[in-house]
């Protein structure tokens, strides 16, 4: 099964998150198939990019987002 999920970056308390696509057997920072974007928490506001024509053809290909991206990309608006 293929996850749209974060991928954490970033030194010691100072989280930065990339959004991926992976494989759902693989580790959290571990090998994945595509970068659809980033997610800042620490900026005010929270800084989120990502490729909206990317999720959408991942979202029809049948990749399932975990709550945590569902929730940003709820704040996107998509």
Do not use: C
């Not at 595509?34 to 997610?39: N, P």
Request: glycine fraction near 6%; charge should be positive; aromatic fraction near 8%.
């Amino acid at each position: 099964m293929v996850k749209i999920r974060l991928m954490r970056l970033g030194a010691h308390k100072r989280p930065f998150y990339r959004l991926v696509v992976a494989d759902s057997r693989a580790r959290r920072n571990g090998p994945f198939i595509e970068i659809l974007g980033t997610y800042d928490p620490l900026k005010e506001p929270s800084e989120i990019k990502f490729d909206m024509e990317k999720a959408k053809l991942w979202l029809q290909r049948g990749a399932q987002p975990t709550d945590s991206v569902k929730k940003l990309m709820q704040r996107t608006g998509l």
